[in-house]
């Protein structure tokens, strides 16, 4: 790649962030920051590509909640019992006295475990959520 195919920009972040950032780019053998960041993209890209497909995956999604966040329990019990179909197990860890961590292994339609993944991450509540799925005929 010559220097005409590179496009130059900058990035603001937070001191913490890229101390830790910068951590992670050196734990990882990265010779420069903007290595790490195409990678970064790269990935983003991927996962990007994968929303937009339509086949059938499984895989698992885990969202970390505060249990104390009036009506959440219900709501969370409502979406799952929504998709029974394509829900296979849950398993549910309490992390402190506010905290759990929910873990919902999953099949089906790409599209289907999207919009569960949504539904259950856009809840008021709700701290953090992933879903890590494969295609279902993946090698």
Excluded at 79 to 106: G, K, R, S
Aim: hydrophobic letters at 35%; one cysteine or more.
């Amino acid at each position: 790649m010559t220097s005409n195919n590179l496009s130059r920009f900058g990035v603001s972040m937070e001191e913490g962030l890229l101390e830790s950032f910068d951590q992670l780019i050196e734990e990882k053998g990265y010779k420069t920051r903007s290595e790490a960041v195409r990678d970064l993209v790269r990935e983003k890209l991927v996962k990007h590509k994968w929303e937009q497909d339509d086949h059938e995956v499984a895989g698992c999604l885990l969202i970390f909640y505060d249990h104390h966040q009036r009506h959440l329990m219900g709501e969370l019990t409502t979406i799952q019992h929504d998709y029974h179909d394509t829900i296979l197990a849950t398993t549910h860890f309490h992390l402190d006295h506010h905290n759990c961590l929910e873990m919902i292994v999953v099949r089906g339609n790409a599209q289907n475990i999207r919009t569960l993944r949504d539904k259950l991450l856009s809840l008021k509540g709700v701290k953090y959520g992933s879903l890590s799925v494969s295609p279902v005929d993946a090698p």
